[in-house]
């Protein structure tokens, strides 16, 4: 059973693979939040039990990858992603299997993941073991009011088995959250909202655990995990830099110094290309 | 004549009970029958009539204060864990979640229902900014939508029903005022289907909601000068009754739609979408003309922007006058 940093770079090569092939995509987000999403496929859900919701819909092609591996649908399935009449669309929909809930708008699935919780929970939430709903937000995504009216309700309504996390790389579209519209304090405002707070290194697996431990263990108040991550996690020119957000295209000489920089040689590219 | 049956209504007057009451009553009726179903709200609840629900049923009601957008999109999370959610609020709230409707309810198909109170000019002396006049319009416009608005309590009472049966998004569309009585217990209530309830071949009035009792009021007018004009109720505005309303063209060949809400997008134009693909008519359309109200009565609103009877008729005469002309 390869690690969990095997996953996580795996889920790198075949998101950047996947928007090289359809031509357009969001790496940079993909790649900041690989380590958390290979955490919770490969360690934290439990199946048929726990759903996730990616509410940011637009890192699907590492949402995607983690399925893959997990063995939701085929390789032949990765070649359809953003193609017409494909199976793996542009944002993640309840018809791709695996997939929890239909994301794309910033902020509702925030909303859809604490209606999962008030579904899900059963009776007081002192009853470890129950089923529990996570979501991954961007940071850029916070500044959408919606956010903080779930928020509100999830603190308000004590869902202890409920489970946010930030995937917080500090960029978004257009340029840095600091420069387009501040978040900070961001601890602070989520534990304004009566939730329980935990800053990380979203790229430390023994963080991201005993994080997820920590929110597992916790009745009466919802968690979020405020992970540090690195826009472009992996990719050397990507690491840092908010143009790869985009919806880009990466140039051939491209991915193949994306591929090379996650550790694949020259020669084994071609086991990247799932694009027909 | 279509299938639908010339049906003739017991017209007892005001009811006295509003839309809303009828509609809260009703999902508290249902309560035991649909185990799953839940009602949300933002509080509005003695608005909206869910306060039955609330007494009756605390532990299946959700309040999510004065924020509707996280209502909509919390209802397809509860959706997805196996609730039958019915998310309630004014009208013209609910198109603050026009967008959380489209992406997170109806592309992903769920089942889910969003109910509305104060719709158009019935909601009164809040005045403009309290008044929908595009919520038909506006969901009406999103794939996978059904589209209902009833016209009096015991419509109401069984169009709930019919939504919880139906496995799919619904806006419901309620009212604020006391409804006049169109309906006697009799009435079968179909997803999808019209209703005449009154006879004629002159000319086709198609209402909704409210203003179906101004439609028969209507009616009653050219009555008196001869004139027979039919009236449907086409409580379903998405599907529309497109059999209906082709039989319609063909016996009568002349139409006025008559709705509380803008004429852009609602029940007029999809009447006039229908027609225009099968048998193309005159149509004039009732509804407020592209412009917002104002503080007052809903019948002193009704009569100052043409929304009550003698506008309707007068709609039918110029209907009329244009059959048979290019």
């Known amino acids: ?276 | 004549m279509s299938d639908n049956a010339a049906f003739v209504p017991s017209l007892i007057g005001s009811s006295g009970e509003t839309l809303r009451e009828a509609f809260g009553k009703a999902l508290t009726a249902a309560a035991a029958k649909y185990p799953s179903l839940v009602v949300l709200d933002a509080d509005v609840a003695g608005g909206t009539g869910t306060h039955h629900f609330r007494r009756a049923h605390p532990d299946r009601f959700i309040q999510f204060g004065i924020a509707e957008q996280n209502m909509v999109a919390a209802a397809a999370g509860l959706a997805l864990a196996g609730k039958l959610p019915v998310a309630s609020t004014f009208a013209i709230f609910a198109l603050r979640a026009v967008e959380q409707v489209r992406q997170s309810i109806a592309y992903p198909h769920l089942n889910v229902k969003l109910a509305a109170s104060h719709p158009g000019l019935d909601a009164g002396p809040d005045g403009a900014s309290a008044q929908a006049l595009e919520d038909l319009a506006a969901f009406r416009a999103i794939p996978g939508m059904t589209v209902v608005s009833p016209a009096d309590p015991i419509e109401m009472t069984k169009a709930v029903t019919a939504i919880l049966d139906y496995n799919g998004p619904v806006y419901l569309r309620t009212g604020r005022s006391p409804a006049r009585r169109i309906f006697d217990e009799s009435y079968v209530f179909e997803l999808g289907r019209g209703r005449i309830v009154r006879a004629g071949g002159d000319v086709t009035i198609v209402a909704c909601g409210v203003e179906v009792a101004r439609a028969l009021d209507a009616a009653d007018l050219l009555a008196r000068d001869g004139i027979a004009a039919r009236v449907v109720n086409m409580s379903t505005i998405k599907p529309i009754d497109e059999a209906l309303l082709v039989a319609c063209a063909r016996e009568t060949g002349a139409f006025v739609t008559a709705e509380d809400h803008n004429v852009i997008g609602g029940l007029g134009g999809a009447v006039a979408e229908t027609l225009a693909r099968t048998i193309p008519s005159p149509i004039e359309f009732i509804g407020v003309q592209d412009v917002f109200g104002e503080s007052g009565e809903p019948d002193e609103l009704a009569a100052k922007y043409g929304l009550a009877g003698p506008s309707i008729a007068d709609a039918a005469r110029r209907a009329m006058a244009r059959k048979g002309r290019r």
């Open chain 1, 1 to 276: 059973m390869p690690d969990l940093q095997t996953r996580a770079i795996d889920i790198r090569r075949i998101a950047v693979s996947l928007i090289h092939g359809a031509g357009s995509g969001h790496p940079g987000s993909c790649l900041s939040a690989a380590d958390v999403i290979a955490a919770l496929y490969f360690e934290e859900l439990r199946p048929g039990i726990d759903k996730f919701v990616l509410s940011k819909g637009h890192a699907c092609p590492a949402l995607y990858a983690a399925l893959y591996l997990r063995g939701f649908f085929d390789r032949a399935a990765l070649g359809s992603f953003r193609v017409l009449g494909g199976l793996l669309q542009g944002s993640p929909t309840t018809t791709i299997p695996g997939i929890d809930a239909t994301c794309g708008s910033l902020g509702q699935g925030f909303s859809i993941a604490l209606g999962l919780a008030l579904g899900l929970r059963q009776g007081s939430d002192a009853a470890i073991g129950q089923p529990r709903a996570y979501v991954m937000l961007g940071d850029g995504e916070l500044q959408e009011g919606e956010v903080w009216e779930a928020a509100m309700a999830a603190g308000h309504y004590q869902l202890g088995n409920l489970c946010a996390i930030v995937d917080y790389n500090k960029m978004q579209s257009d340029d840095l959250n600091a420069k387009t519209m501040g978040l900070e304090p961001l601890d602070a405002k989520w534990r304004a909202f009566n939730w329980n707070v935990q800053m990380i290194d979203g790229h430390n697996f023994a963080e991201i655990a005993a994080a997820f431990a920590n929110a597992r263990a916790t009745t009466g108040k919802p968690t979020v995990i405020i992970a540090n991550t690195i826009k472009g996690k992996g990719v050397s020119y990507m690491e840092g830099v908010p143009s790869w957000h985009g919806s880009v295209k990466l140039k051939p000489e491209e991915i193949r110094q994306a591929l090379a920089d996650l550790g694949v040689p020259t020669d084994r590219q071609p086991e990247y290309a799932f694009h027909v």
